[in-house]
């Protein structure tokens, strides 16, 4: 028998750990057995099970967070699971192509190289488990941003046997299907996944969007040791609504914003033409990757590999085009701990290797009412990332640990523009009439070529205790680096609502300005102290962190007033902190209950513009609560809130802000028979008109279209399978 990090006897075959690939007995979860690993980690850390999840009728990733205080998930396109999310404020003013977080698959890398990755290619439904690591406790994972990682850990043959099989229809032309089945054998066991979401949307324009992600793995165990291998395709499509005003969002949040209006010459009312424009997005991501784990008593290693190929078409408003880009990305890691018989707990020692390489094709037509135009540009872009990370955890009697580490990381970043053109061709609307095409223009070609290197050292030192039986406490100090991406250092410019990149007069055809922008960023760093408190006593469990980050670069992404991005660039001083705490109870055997809240004050330091503001999109307060109660055997009843209570800042200059808003949902499962199970949903059971999340933009003007509809009320209902 093989023995986990925790020192348990175990079964062979179950991969669930990150520093090796370890296993758990037949008596635990996925999830049980990661928080037993968790309990005297010196960083805040949470896991997500199955269990949960499976609460959840056609669960989305904001769902499954909903009870994981420090992670603030905003809805961004009108229901659909493309959500916008971040961690401590790491990237937060950054969508679609996100980055700020590592974000893991089976242990291994999804970002690609540059450090982005895509929200809506993760499917909660479909994990056995999810691991939350906040801040710099992800560093033995390989990460060293701000935000930390998530890993999203699929289920095998031997933690999930049997079959299962679900369908669902619901409001707004909802259908689902997922399903899973387990293969045992004598040498190898294996597991087939699928999930299948479409729905028309809740906005009356442009909001459809469809899912199907198809995923497998195969695990060989061998002597000290296992091997798995796994596959996910995941095919994604969605329409982008846009933002709306505010006057608009409160007469009728389904409508969506038809552009900047125009009266006696004076500009109102601006935003994307979505009508004409009609964006969206295509992404096709195929996922391979293999883990080998071997157990020698004291020692453990685990050797990982895995290659990834990105299609990725969006088709922005008219001011950025069309962005295709399609590449490759692969990436190694290398994890060692040393884990004597005699240590109950950490490793004393730990390193870990990680190295991501990738290159893509890019290219950029203009928008021309919802198709394809002429192409203005086409790059070559090559990223690698690489970071060394090498700790201790000393005893120091008396259950404490002296925990010092150190991360060093080096990042390139270059790009190739291949245009060979003298001129860049430019299109535009007359304002006026924002459907009649103009002539066409052109602007001198200007290389946007670059070639960049980053290098950093992330050093930490924590100390953890235990102030008593089923308690840990802990407290560190970090440093955190953060190098940009492409997307971050390559964006279109010099748009309008009415023309595209480098036409800033529509009308005028020969006006001019820079069709790209490449600011030369520095990478974003970050010194930080948190103390957290975790522990459970009776049927009382509770997570409670408090951090504080200086940070020096923090990489700010800028937007248009149609929304689109148009560059970024490095504050020079600003100041993130917050409270995450989480508190999960049983007020009697059949009725339980979980909340999580998050408070946030992410500000400028003395900025020569910003003075003290507070970073625009940030919510300072996020409250979730959920209570359970299982009336029979049968049947179980769910009633869940998310409630902001103070109004955020769409700006960072704090002249417009979203309003405070209070959404409730309910939740029933009937279990019909040992096999099959209805389940339902009302969610926003009042019909609360707000806007869940907001565009990001640095000055806002009162009458922009900058917010984003949440969800009216919904209905859902479906059926589960077990076999």
Known sequence: MATTAMGQSAQPGALIELESITVTGND?????????????????????????????????????????????????????????FQIRGSGMQQNPTERGLMVLYNG?????????????????????????WRGASANRLGATVLGGAINFISPTAITSPGTRLGFGL????????SGQTAIQGERASGMLQFEYDKADGYRDLNNGSRRTVLSGNVEIPHANGATQLFLNYTDLSFGVPGPLTWSELDADPRQVHAGPVITGGVVSNPGPNVPRDLPRRETRQLLLGARTAFDLGDHLFDIGVSAAKTDDSFRFPISSGERVTDGYDGNLSFRYSYLPDH????????????????????????????????????????????????????????AAFLSPSIS???????????????????????????????????????????????????????????????????????????????????????GTPNSGSGRPMPPVPSSTAAAF??????????????????????????????????????ILSLRDVSGSPVSSMNADRTRHSGLEAGLSFDLASDVFGRVAWTW??????????????????????????????????????????????????VDNMNTLFNQPYFVADLRANYQLSDTVAIVAEVGNVFDETYAGSTLVVDRARPDQAAFIPGEGRTFYIGTELTF
């Open 170 to 177: 619901g409001s707004d032309g909802r259908v689902s299907a």
């Open 108 to 132: 291994m890398q999804v970002n690609r190289a540059d450090g982005s990755y895509i929200a809506g290619l993760s499917a909660p439904g479909l994990a056995d488990a999810i691991e939350v």
């Open 600 to 649: 946030q004050d992410f500000r400028f330091v003395n900025d020569p513009v910003r003075g003290n503001n507070r970073l625009g999109g940030a919510p300072s307060h996020i409250l979730t609560a959920s209570i359970g109660w299982r009336t029979t055997d049968r049947l179980s009843l769910y009633a869940l809130a998310k409630w902001v209570p103070e109004e955020t800042p």
């Open 517 to 554: 922008s490449t600011p030369n960023l520095k990478a974003q760093t970050a010194n930080t102290i948190e103390v957290g408190w975790r522990g459970h006593t009776g049927s009382l469990a509770w997570d409670i962190t408090a951090y504080y980050s200086e940070l020096k670069n923090e």
């Open 408 to 494: 060093y990381s080096y990042a390139t970043r270059d790009n190739d523009d291949r245009w060979a053109g003298a001129t860049r061709p430019t299109v535009g609307y007359n304002p006026g009439n924002p459907t009649m095409r103009l002539p066409d223009g052109t602007v001198p070609t200007v290389s946007n070529s670059y070639s960049r290197s980053y290098s950093g050292w992330s050093p930490r030192l924590a100390l953890t205790w235990n102030p008593a039986e089923n308690q840990t406490a802990w407290v560190a100090l970090s440093h955190s680096f953060e190098p940009p991406t492409h997307g971050d250092l390559l964006s279109t410019s010099g």
């Open 28 to 84: 635990a979860s996925t999830a049980g057995a990661l928080r037993d690993r968790m309990r005297e980690t010196p960083g805040a850390a949470a896991v997500v099970g199955a269990e949960e999840i499976e609460e959840i009728p056609n669960p989305t990733f904001s769902d499954a967070m909903a009870g994981v205080p420090g992670v603030v998930v905003q809805e961004f396109f009108g229901g659909n699971d493309q959500p916008r």
């Open 343 to 398: 240590v109950a707990g950490l490793p004393l020692f730990e390193a870990n290797l990680l190295v991501s390489a990738g290159h893509s094709d890019r290219s950029y037509y203009h928008n021309i009412s919802g198709s394809r135009g002429p192409q203005f540009g086409l790059n070559k872009l090559k990223a690698t990332t690489s970071s060394l990370y090498v700790g201790a955890n000393i005893p120091l009697g008396g």
